[in-house]
């Protein structure tokens, strides 16, 4: 492999962004814009696509790599993929159109420059994903809050200000802790390179601070219980577009992060602060779904079953089974299928009466049918219905679960239920019901361009709901490894 | 005399200055001629300096009381280049308010004088005169604007405590001088006893004197006042230049005599730099002055040199110097965006007056926004780079608390620089400012934003550079 497709993929998005910035000031005509950007990631879209057919599912070595020289004796560039990484590549790919597609209604003001942070963002997101070695993953990690800060603040609602910057300094506080820990961890072993890290292993006796440290990160990031406050406001007040990537793939760079460097480097203090992740996912699936039970603001109720999707995802990650990885990494795709989709019904209806409260709807199914049809499609998802992705990884998860502690699976079902109730509760009330606010008459239904990006979210979404063979062919391989290192040094240890 | 030729460039300044001296008297409206021969005079010095001196191995001159070595000419060289550079963009601004005058280049290049001076001393009476040499110029400099209140304020005030500040720096110096017998560095280093505490007083008189200069807290009360009150070309030459000399003293009056003496101002300088970088960071939210805000700032910036100067060890060292570096340039992108704000011949420096600024100009909002990015230290940009490598070094001496609060402050720090973008960004647009600037403030501030953002590209050059620089 001399083409180097990993640089490709993290750079075209930027070559791209660069193309509209210089263009900005000739071509005031906006489609122009919208199809470079469109163009731009669509490319990006299939390459990667080409990435997943070269890929080899055969080994857990990762592949692609490339390695040069960045800061002389210090750090490489190293990028490359496994199993794990390579679905969370394409996922990435995937969002990255669609949110372009949406842009239509949404955006009305300064779309250029909405593209460019979008472009930049698919960019600082690739990256995070294919980084071997923890400096570039941390800056990577760390890049992509300036597009997402102006995304929240430029383009968003009426609190923007207050949770763009509560979005930024909430995540930069969790993450400069791993940066001591990334530069200790230099310190300790003498690179920062993950595969050789994976090799040498890193004395036990450091494990539980690093560990603590790459936490304070992730945790804000997924987000857990009680460093999810954050969240809701940002998906609020951000765009469509921007809630759509910061719930479909942000949330996720946390839970790769876990995979990747919580597991794969700190195994024996992984082992010991098992207990405080079970809690905190618990109380995470249990208290957000309630609060989300409660919330009349459609945006919010689906930020908070964000956050309680996560708590399954990082339950998941730490059984340290093989389903309960696969069961995570499943879920995250799944739901950065299903959120992506719902934010985008969100978008829908609110450009169309400019109102995310769920007392402003109710009885539109009549109005307009294609929607509610597609809407029901990913509520169903969200909760979980079998043939829908968001079972498989629900499922596996808890049976992972199960294995491990009866009690904390028990308590993560009970949030199932509760996480039927809301959403088929939310469902309920806006498309069902009597038509009483006469405005609601007036509603088109789907246009071409958001019928087309709610199909091409709903269709991988059952697709992978009655056949998750090719997700779980993926990443089977760099799992089972992960795993048995995780064993071979937590057994070495004692 | 052998190798005089090694001090020629502060020889063929000093010359300069008396020929534009009597230039200026004897030539009717000779400023705008001054101005230009003084920018020469700091390329050809810098020329000199690099060809001369940069690559020879260290070398005293006099009496051990003058040393050249790579540490020192290459700050001799970013002295040179940062004053060049403040002369180059501060002529619109000077004729703005009419004092575009012959005294202006002739004072920066005095006090750039006692800036190679500094840098070079191998004595502390030597870095006395130095430092007084700068320091008087800097106190016209700062009066310069004298029909406005605020500068003669600034003026009057930095020379008072400037001048407190000299008269502990000197108690220090004696205090030494008394224990020691002799006033050269390398003496000092072979004669004192480490069992004396008079020189631990005398260091840390010296470090209070030093500190004043470079405005680390506690002492840095008259920063954001002189940096409010002088005219903004001097407040850029004040953030930058001063501090690269004053910093090269810290390095070389630390590290050459007193050594040995780490464990004593060790604590010291952590305890300098954790309240600089707090301190700056929590007073900076408050401010609605850009000038004082970017005072605080600085004293914050400053906070992360001394933190490499901590470490006591040559890669701190060469990390201090990369940071203040860095700083420097992201200093200069942030000066030419105010010297921009321009309307109706009047300068704008109120936070509030970038309001909206990305809808009317959106090149010049761009390169602020990066450039205060890079002052939050946010990767990709070079900011995060420079706190990268303090960093590395802090932690590999093991110093994990200076660690934690110095990347902490950065995130109170983010805090004051986004909001300057929320206003720049998400707030209404007032009136646009001029649009005809002078070329080259539109090329540094070209210059220095691309410098910024293309860093992460070619990351070991600067690295390559400080390398060199050996004092342990």
Not at chain 1, 307 to 326: D, K, N, R, S, W
Not at chain 1, 413 to 425: D, F, H, P, Q, T
Not at chain 2, 20 to 42: A, C, Y
């Amino acid at each position: 492999m001399n083409f180097p497709i990993l640089s490709s993929l993290i750079l075209l998005p930027s070559i791209g962004a660069l193309f509209l910035f210089f263009t900005k000031s000739k071509s005031e005509n906006k489609i122009t814009a919208k199809y470079v950007a469109l163009f731009t990631s669509l490319v990006n879209f299939f390459l990667s696509i080409y990435l997943w057919f070269l890929f080899d599912q055969a080994t857990s070595a990762f592949q692609f790599v490339e390695d040069r020289i960045w800061i002389k004796g210090l750090i490489n560039y190293k990028v490359g993929v496994d199993g794990i990484s390579i679905l969370f590549i394409i996922l990435t790919t995937f969002i990255t159109p669609l949110c372009i597609i949406s842009v239509n209604n949404s955006v009305t003001k300064r779309l250029n420059e909405f593209l460019i942070a979008i472009l930049v963002m698919e960019t600082f997101m690739i990256g995070v994903f294919c980084s071997l070695d923890l400096v570039v993953f941390y800056l990577f990690f760390e890049a992509g809050l300036i597009p997402m800060f102006l995304i929240i603040g430029i383009w968003g609602g009426a609190r923007r200000v207050y949770s763009a910057f509560k979005f930024f300094l909430f995540t930069l506080l969790g993450s400069v802790l791993m940066l001591v820990a990334i530069i200790s961890i230099y310190w300790i072993t003498g690179t920062t390179d993950v595969v050789q890290l994976y090799e040498l292993g890193i004395d036990t006796k450091y494990q539980n601070l690093l560990w603590l440290a790459f936490f304070s990160s992730f945790a804000v990031k997924t987000p857990m219980w009680p460093v999810h406050t954050w969240l809701p406001d940002a998906h609020v007040e951000a765009p469509t577009a921007g809630s759509v990537l910061l719930a479909a793939i942000l949330l996720k760079m946390a839970g790769y992060g876990f995979i990747r460097f919580s597991l794969g480097l700190f195994p024996s203090a992984s082992e010991v602060f098992t207990p405080l992740i079970y809690t905190l996912s618990v109380i995470a699936i249990i208290f957000t779904s309630l609060i989300a039970l409660m919330q009349e603001d459609m945006k919010k109720l689906i930020a908070y079953s964000s956050v309680a999707h996560m708590g399954f995802v990082t339950l998941g990650i730490f059984t340290i089974q093989q389903q309960g990885i696969e069961g995570s990494i499943i879920q995250m795709i799944s739901h950065g299928l299903v959120s992506a989709a719902l934010f985008l019904c969100v978008g829908v209806v609110y450009d169309r009466m400019h109102s995310r409260l769920i007392a402003t709807y109710g009885g539109i199914v009549t109005v307009i049918p294609k929607y509610a049809i597609l809407f029901m499609v990913f509520t169903l998802a969200a909760l979980g219905l079998p043939g829908t992705s968001g079972f498989v990884g629900e499922f596996l998860i808890l049976m992972a679960a199960f294995k491990d502690n009866f009690l904390v699976a028990v308590l993560a079902s009970l949030g199932v239920i509760i996480g039927a109730a809301y959403m088929l509760w939310l469902y309920k009330r806006v498309i069902f019901g009597k038509l009483i606010n006469s405005e609601l008459k007036k509603m088109i239904d789907l246009n071409k361009s958001e019928a087309f990006t709610l199909t091409c979210l709903a269709i991988p979404t059952l697709y992978f709901g009655f056949y998750p063979e090719p997700l779980i062919n993926t990443i089977e391989v760099s799992i089972r490894d992960l795993i048995d290192t995780y064993n071979f040094s937590v057994a070495s240890k004692q | 005399m052998n190798n005089i030729e090694l001090i020629f460039p502060e020889i063929f300044i000093s010359l300069s200055i008396m020929f534009l001296l009597i230039l200026g008297v004897f030539k009717k409206d000779s400023s705008k001629i001054i101005h230009n021969i003084s920018l020469l005079v700091l390329l050809i010095t810098a020329v000199i300096t690099f060809n001369e001196t940069l690559s020879i191995n260290p070398t005293t001159l006099f009496n051990e009381s003058i040393i050249i070595d790579y540490l020192s000419s290459l700050m001799k060289i970013i002295t040179l280049l940062g004053a060049f550079v403040v002369l180059l963009i501060s002529s619109n601004y000077l004729r703005t308010f009419k004092i575009f005058k012959i005294e202006y280049p002739i004072l920066i290049l005095s006090s750039v004088l006692g800036m190679m001076i500094m840098i070079s001393s191998n004595d502390l009476i030597v870095f006395y005169m130095g430092l007084e040499l700068q320091s008087l110029a800097l106190y016209v400099l700062a009066t310069f604007n004298r029909d406005q209140l605020k500068s003669s304020e600034a003026g009057l005030k930095y020379f008072v405590l400037s001048a407190l500040s000299s008269g502990l720096l000197l108690y220090g110096c004696s205090l030494i001088y008394g224990f020691t017998g002799s006033t050269n560095f390398n003496v000092i280093s072979t004669q004192f006893n480490t069992n004396e505490y008079a020189i631990t007083f005398g260091i840390v008189f010296i470090l209070v004197g030093l500190s004043f200069k470079i405005s680390a807290v506690p002492f840095h009360m008259w920063a954001p006042d002189v940096y409010e009150g002088s005219p903004t070309s001097v407040t850029l030459f004040f953030t930058m230049v001063p501090k690269i000399a004053a910093l090269t003293v810290f390095i070389r009056f630390l590290y050459v005599p007193f050594l040995n003496l780490i464990d004593q101002w060790q604590m010291i300088l952590v305890f300098l730099s954790i309240a600089s970088m707090l301190f700056g960071a929590i007073a900076a939210i408050g401010q609605k002055n850009l000038k004082r805000l970017i005072a605080y700032s600085s004293i914050s910036h400053i906070g992360y040199a001394l933190a490499g100067l901590a470490t006591g060890s040559n890669e701190g060292i060469q990390n201090s110097v990369i940071y203040m570096t860095i700083y420097i340039i992201m200093n200069l992108g942030f000066f030419s965006c105010l010297l921009m704000m321009k309307r109706n011949n009047i300068y704008y420096e109120q936070i509030d007056d970038l309001s909206g600024l990305s809808k009317n100009h959106p090149l010049l909002s761009i390169s602020l926004l990066i450039i205060l990015f890079s002052l939050a230290g946010i990767p990709p940009l070079a900011g995060f780079f420079a706190k990268f490598y303090i960093f590395k070094s802090v932690i590999e001496q093991s110093m994990y608390f200076l660690a934690i609060v110095g990347l902490l402050s950065t995130v109170v720090a983010a805090f004051y620089y986004l909001r300057i973008i929320k206003i720049m960004y998400f707030d209404e647009e007032k009136d646009s400012y001029d649009k005809d600037h002078n070329l080259w403030l539109k090329l540094s501030l070209t210059v220095s934003t691309i410098l910024i953002l293309m860093y992460f590209i070619f990351p070991s050059e600067l690295i390559d550079v400080v390398s060199k620089i050996k004092i342990i």
